[in-house]
């Protein structure tokens, strides 16, 4: 048996590295009072709008059912919510949402719902320390763990194999039950705000497993992200900023969204400024502007007016909310993006507007699974969860969706999980000696391969690739060409070679990666 740092028996194990560095940049949790205008009907019928009515209507109908109870549940476990005078949660206007929606901890949500269940772990640890006098009994976080492969017993999950990114040891996981929930694949992007974990892993891991993707070719890139100074290009301006009352202008100083507006949308968002100012006093009596059209629309119509030669000096455009709100409403109400732009840009956006464009932000496609328990289709034991599933968005997530995705669902994994394994009683499948080897050989393949291929430089180039061919807008041509281009890395790929120790190496983590890049790459 190949070596490895011991083999641990567990009822599920979530796979992957959570995406901390997105999660703190999302602001806001859809919630609805299941009654009144802004019931789950309401909030169902946004969502399938705004994925063009591709979303799996199941999951879109669950997904606003169960929202507001997983809110509720956070609120018991501790977190807090931005209140309104009278005591209710703060509710935020979000791009496809037809009412303020969005339960939100200033534009930091995410932060304080990593925090939430960070608390509720060790409270649950404590709890079964006093109980069993073991704190790890039934619930062991594993940081800074790479998972590579699933392994099956036939046609069913009998465990998983990994490795400790800093030592490099490798792990087994004997486990009938596998929870995927891995986020997302920006990294495969040049321009992303995504952190360095989105290489795609659980779509990669679900798919060589036996298991189907879909709408795969659905990426969202929200509109906003900064454009400058390069080096933090891609990283996200939070809708918030226009769920306030930011406006968007060209180079001519024009608030071009209204030029923008779908069809399907006209009866929902005014047309004209005056309405559209109006609608921030008197939401009752005038229709939304258009700067909070869902995020698809608002991203296009920036890609076009740049592509028209009406954008700003570095190719984006002006999103302003300086003329909208006093400068210690905005400080208050959005301090992460007044001390990012302060701090990476030198732009105080209490009084200058900002630079922004499309960055790659989440992938509406995923594995393939079961609404009501998220299991995945065709692999018996594999369950998946948030970004990594695919179904729910349609073509395009609306703001806010993805935090609430992952609470619905997550919990749906869990429950589905424990059920399928609670029903195999004795008849476990079984980790074969057969599959270890597998495992550990492709884990260790950039170590014994022959070849001189650098990682950084193929990662750089796959990059490019999907950037300038698999972007906003794309044509035949130029995805035949991206398809032959990357087939053409792959080949490198295989030549990839690390150097140094299995101790934290970065080029040995990004070698593996890249199989799990290119593949998600070709599936878009």
Same mark, same amino acid.
């Given at each position: 048996?190949?070596?490895? $740092?011991?083999?641990?028996?567990?009822?599920?194990?979530?796979?992957?590295?959570?995406?901390?560095?997105?999660?703190?940049?999302?602001?806001?949790?859809?919630?609805?009072?299941?009654?009144?205008?802004?019931?789950?009907?309401?909030?169902?019928?946004?969502?399938? +709008?705004?994925?063009?009515?591709?979303?799996?209507?199941?999951?879109?109908?669950?997904?606003?059912?169960?929202?507001?109870?997983?809110?509720?549940?956070?609120?018991?476990?501790?977190?807090?919510?931005?209140?309104?005078?009278?005591?209710?949660?703060?509710?935020?206007?979000?791009?496809?949402?037809?009412?303020?929606?969005?339960?939100?901890?200033?534009?930091?949500?995410?932060?304080?719902? &990593?925090?939430?269940?960070?608390?509720?772990?060790?409270?649950?640890?404590?709890?079964?320390?006093?109980?069993?006098?073991?704190?790890?009994?039934?619930?062991?976080?594993?940081?800074?763990?790479?998972?590579?492969?699933?392994?099956?017993?036939?046609?069913?999950?009998?465990?998983?194999?990994?490795?400790?990114?800093?030592?490099?040891?490798?792990?087994?996981? %004997? $486990?009938?039950?596998?929870?995927?929930?891995?986020?997302?694949?920006?990294?495969?992007?040049? &321009?992303?705000? @995504?952190?360095?974990?989105?290489?795609?892993?659980?779509?990669?891991?679900?798919?060589?497993?036996?298991?189907?993707?879909?709408?795969?070719?659905?990426?969202?890139? !929200?509109?906003?992200?900064?454009?400058?100074?390069?080096?933090?290009?891609?990283?996200?301006?939070?809708?918030?900023?226009?769920?306030?009352?930011?406006?968007?202008?060209?180079?001519?100083?024009?608030?071009?969204?209204?030029?923008?507006?779908? %069809?399907?949308?006209?009866?929902?968002?005014?047309? @004209?400024?005056?309405?559209?100012?109006?609608?921030?006093?008197?939401?009752?009596?005038?229709?939304?502007?258009?700067?909070?059209?869902?995020?698809? %629309?608002?991203?296009?119509?920036? @890609?076009?007016?740049?592509?028209?030669?009406?954008?700003? *000096?570095?190719?984006?455009?002006?999103?302003?909310?300086?003329?909208?709100?006093?400068?210690?409403?905005?400080?208050?109400?959005?301090? $992460?993006?007044?001390?990012?732009?302060?701090?990476?840009?030198?732009?105080?956006?209490?009084?200058?507007?900002?630079?922004?464009?499309?960055?790659?932000?989440?992938?509406?496609?995923?594995?393939?699974?079961? *609404?009501?328990?998220?299991?995945?289709?065709?692999?018996?034991?594999?369950?998946?969860?948030?970004?990594?599933?695919?179904?729910?968005?349609?073509? @395009?997530?609306?703001?806010?969706?993805?935090?609430?995705?992952?609470?619905?669902?997550?919990?749906?994994?869990?429950?589905?999980?424990?059920?399928?394994?609670?029903?195999?009683?004795?008849? +476990? *499948?079984?980790?074969?000696?057969?599959?270890?080897?597998?495992?550990?050989? !492709?884990?260790?393949?950039?170590?014994? +391969?022959?070849?001189?291929?650098?990682?950084?430089?193929? !990662?750089?180039?796959?990059?490019?690739?999907?950037?300038?061919?698999?972007?906003?807008?794309?044509?035949?041509?130029?995805?035949?060409?991206?398809?032959?281009?990357?087939?053409?890395?792959?080949?490198?790929?295989?030549?990839?070679?690390?150097?140094?120790?299995?101790?934290?190496?970065?080029?040995?983590?990004?070698?593996?990666?890249?199989?799990?890049?290119?593949?998600?790459?070709?599936?878009?």
């Amino acid at each position: 048996m190949p070596p490895c $740092s011991g083999s641990i028996r567990l009822l599920a194990i979530l796979a992957g590295t959570p995406l901390a560095g997105d999660l703190e940049t999302s602001p806001s949790i859809p919630l609805d009072t299941n009654c009144g205008a802004g019931g789950w009907k309401v909030h169902f019928r946004d969502t399938m +709008r705004g994925g063009k009515f591709l979303n799996n209507w199941r999951m879109a109908e669950l997904h606003a059912k169960e929202s507001p109870d997983r809110i509720w549940e956070l609120e018991t476990w501790g977190a807090l919510f931005d209140r309104t005078k009278d005591g209710r949660i703060s509710q935020r206007n979000f791009g496809g949402h037809e009412y303020p929606r969005l339960a939100h901890v200033g534009d930091r949500t995410g932060l304080e719902l &990593i925090r939430t269940m960070q608390q509720k772990i060790v409270s649950m640890q404590q709890a079964d320390s006093k109980e069993h006098g073991d704190a790890e009994k039934y619930l062991k976080v594993f940081a800074e763990l790479t998972i590579t492969e699933i392994l099956k017993d036939g046609d069913k999950v009998s465990g998983c194999y990994g490795y400790w990114r800093e030592t490099g040891d490798e792990v087994l996981f %004997e $486990s009938p039950a596998v929870v995927l929930a891995t986020g997302g694949i920006g990294k495969s992007f040049k &321009i992303t705000s @995504n952190s360095w974990e989105g290489t795609g892993d659980g779509h990669a891991l679900a798919l060589k497993a036996g298991s189907a993707l879909v709408d795969m070719e659905f990426v969202q890139f !929200h509109p906003t992200g900064m454009v400058w100074p390069p080096s933090v290009r891609g990283i996200l301006v939070t809708e918030s900023v226009r769920g306030d009352g930011g406006v968007l202008t060209n180079s001519e100083g024009k608030r071009f969204m209204f030029n923008y507006i779908p %069809e399907v949308f006209k009866d929902k968002y005014a047309d @004209n400024e005056a309405e559209a100012d109006r609608w921030y006093k008197d939401q009752n009596n005038n229709r939304r502007p258009p700067e909070l059209l869902p995020r698809d %629309e608002v991203a296009r119509a920036i @890609n076009s007016e740049v592509k028209a030669g009406r954008g700003s *000096p570095r190719g984006g455009v002006y999103l302003d909310v300086s003329k909208r709100l006093p400068a210690e409403e905005i400080r208050r109400r959005l301090p $992460s993006m007044w001390h990012q732009f302060k701090e990476l840009a030198d732009v105080d956006i209490t009084e200058q507007p900002m630079e922004v464009g499309p960055t790659c932000h989440y992938v509406m496609g995923g594995v393939k699974v079961d *609404p009501d328990t998220a299991a995945a289709y065709q692999v018996p034991g594999l369950f998946a969860a948030g970004e990594v599933a695919g179904g729910m968005h349609g073509s @395009n997530r609306l703001g806010g969706n993805s935090l609430s995705d992952l609470l619905v669902f997550g919990r749906r994994a869990g429950a589905g999980a424990a059920e399928y394994v609670k029903k195999l009683a004795s008849n +476990r *499948p079984s980790v074969s000696d057969k599959e270890i080897a597998r495992a550990h050989n !492709h884990l260790n393949e950039p170590f014994t +391969r022959d070849g001189s291929e650098n990682p950084y430089a193929l !990662h750089d180039e796959l990059q490019n690739v999907t950037q300038d061919l698999v972007g906003i807008i794309r044509n035949e041509k130029e995805l035949i060409d991206a398809l032959m281009k990357l087939e053409s890395i792959r080949q490198r790929a295989a030549k990839v070679k690390a150097t140094g120790g299995r101790a934290f190496n970065p080029g040995f983590h990004l070698a593996l990666d890249l199989e799990n890049m290119l593949l998600v790459s070709e599936s878009i």
